[in-house]
């Protein structure tokens, strides 16, 4: 079997493979997107980091590509949809850089504290200016940590040996867990009203996109120092640009841009106040080692033993019964991040049911989908089908799981019902044909949505004209409907509808579409 290898990784990853009887290696660094096209169908395995671009046009070259490993966390460089749709599984390697990140977040922290990179270039110059580069102590100052994951609270850990005020803000972290860490659970209001220093640990996605703008940092402390070790995009650069110009914000540290590399004359990389390395949050000896180890290990065991570990979309099964199962794992994994959107904070308990034809099978993996789908959307790429069960656990949340032969209105139905906070939802999903998931129920509302995309959510009165008021305002605003499902309780009763659009709808559109007659609610949620 022939593994790819297009990412540079260290000789002691690459000896794993060698090591390895029934598998001949080829390290091809430096591929241009078509050249990876042209190979790519000669290979089982393919191992890279953050450099290339696994695409769906990759995917689809990729005619004997069972398993993609990418060293690190991060996959967000793979199409992990349609790898998932070609039976190709796609691993990563958690936790082998969360000290790394959260000890450089720290060592950026103290740079900007007492302006450590500026100084020794002025001094590198021929110049002496102490006075200059007078800075701030860390002492008894308070950080706002904006999200409690695996390196949020590495960083936490760390301030407070620093004799740091910690608050932390993360809706899907209890305040009595905080509490043990030693954090003192904030509003994300809390943290822009009292830090002297903010920093950001959370996954890009629609709703962490700009988080620090220009509203956020004007309900922040004059003199507010930035920290973003996390993901280019989660503070609008352009803003931050502003407030420092302004003066608002006293300084900045990015480790992390939405292009990468930056150009020379981006404002950021000009400005004296920012501390500014290139995305070496995960550039350690150590850590360096330890991915390109476990990937390594990884793809061996996969190749040569069939084991599945730290897979982003397959439980540890065998490769046949993942083909049956896959379906299954695709629509379980919508359901789960359906209800943690609908309900934006994560469930007490979750209960999951197989019924009908899946219940011939093992659900667990299923179950574990679905867990996979709550804690993802909130954990980013962090959580995986082999951690999800303990984060969960460390969350509080209660997993029961059942299956039924009784087929009720479908062949085949997965069925999930959360409790949060004393109120309860139910959303079921079936299979039509053998790889059409679809979302079917949602509490007492039947409908058939296809669980994909960009989609409004919406409650409403059902009443004439409702359907079109919110079509209309949409297509003023340049926002195409790429298809609408609609579901009722009663004849003027309420009413809800699934309408996906092609792209992500912006904050002011959703809140004139929520403000529109007979409107009850609406959340935008991707699926």
């Known amino acids: 079997m022939k593994v790819l290898v297009s990412d540079p990784l260290p000789d002691v990853g690459l000896a794993v493979l060698h090591d390895a009887a029934d598998i001949d290696v080829d390290v091809r660094t430096g591929l241009t997107p078509e050249e990876l096209k042209e190979i790519i169908g000669g290979y089982e395995g393919l191992i890279i980091r953050s450099g290339t671009k696994v695409t769906a046009e990759v995917i689809a070259a990729a005619h004997r590509l069972r398993i993609i490993g990418r060293a690190g966390v991060g ?11 070609k039976g190709i599984v796609v691993m990563n390697t958690p936790g082998g850089n969360n000290v790394t990140t959260g000890e450089h977040t720290i060592s950026l922290m103290l740079a900007l504290a007492r302006h450590i990179p500026q100084a020794a270039a002025s001094l590198k110059a021929g110049r002496w200016d102490r006075q200059k580069f007078t800075g701030v102590e860390v002492c008894n100052k308070t950080l706002g940590v904006v999200g409690l994951g695996n390196v949020g609270r590495i960083v936490a850990e760390r301030a407070l040996g620093l004799r740091m005020k910690v608050l932390g803000y993360d809706p899907f972290i ?35 996109r700009g988080l620090i703008n220009r509203e956020a940092i004007a309900r922040m402390k004059t003199g507010v120092r930035i920290i973003n ?8 650069e352009n803003d931050l640009a502003e407030a420092l110009k302004e003066g608002k914000v006293a300084g900045a540290a990015l480790d992390v841009y939405v292009d990468e590399p930056p150009s020379p004359d981006h404002p950021l990389v000009q400005l004296d106040q920012v501390v500014t390395t290139p995305h070496l949050g995960a550039s350690t000896d150590e850590a360096q080692l330890n991915v390109s180890i476990a990937v390594a290990e990884q793809i061996r065991d996969f190749l040569v033993d069939g084991v599945i570990r730290y897979a982003v979309n397959a439980p540890s099964v065998s490769q046949d019964l993942l083909r049956e199962l896959q379906p299954y794992l695709t629509l379980g994994e919508k359901l789960g991040s359906l209800h943690v959107q609908l309900s934006g904070k994560f469930p007490e308990e979750i209960r999951i049911e197989g019924g009908g034809e899946v219940a011939q099978y093992d659900i667990a993996p299923i179950a574990l989908a679905v867990l996979k789908g709550v804690l993802s959307f909130a954990m980013g790429e962090t959580v995986n089908y082999v951690n999800a069960p303990f984060i969960a656990q460390e969350r509080g949340i209660k997993v029961v799981q059942s299956k039924s032969e009784i087929t009720r ?4 139905y997965i069925n999930v019902r959360s409790r949060t906070a ?4 139910e959303i079921e999903g079936a299979l039509f044909g053998t790889n059409n998931p679809r979302i079917v129920r949602l509490n007492d509302f039947y409908f058939e949505a296809v669980p994909e995309g960009h989609i409004l959510v919406s409650y409403n009165h059902d009443v004439p004209g409702v359907v079109g008021a ?7 605003n340049g926002i195409n409907i790429a298809g609408l499902e609609l579901g009722r309780e009663k004849v003027g009763g309420r009413a809800i509808s699934f309408i ?26 991707r699926l």
Do not use: Q, W
Not at 229 to 236: E, F, L, M, S, Y
């Open 75 to 85: 996959v967000e460089n793979v199409d992990v949809d349609a790898a998932s749709k």
């Open 174 to 208: 209890p305040a009595e867990a905080a509490a043990r860490m030693g954090v003192e659970s904030a509003s994300l209001d809390e943290i822009y009203r009292r830090s002297d220093f903010i920093t950001v640990h959370v996954p890009l996605i629609e709703e962490t």
């Open 229 to 236: 070790c996390a993901r280019g995009g989660i503070v609008d």
């Open 409 to 412: 209105d479908f062949a085949s």
């Open 422 to 425: 004393g109120e309860e939802t």
């Open 470 to 476: 919110m079509g209309a305002l949409l297509g003023d």
């Open 500 to 525: 996906r659009v092609d792209n992500p709808v912006p904050r002011e559109v959703l809140d004139r579409f929520r403000a529109l007659p007979e409107v009850i609610s609406t959340t935008a949620v």
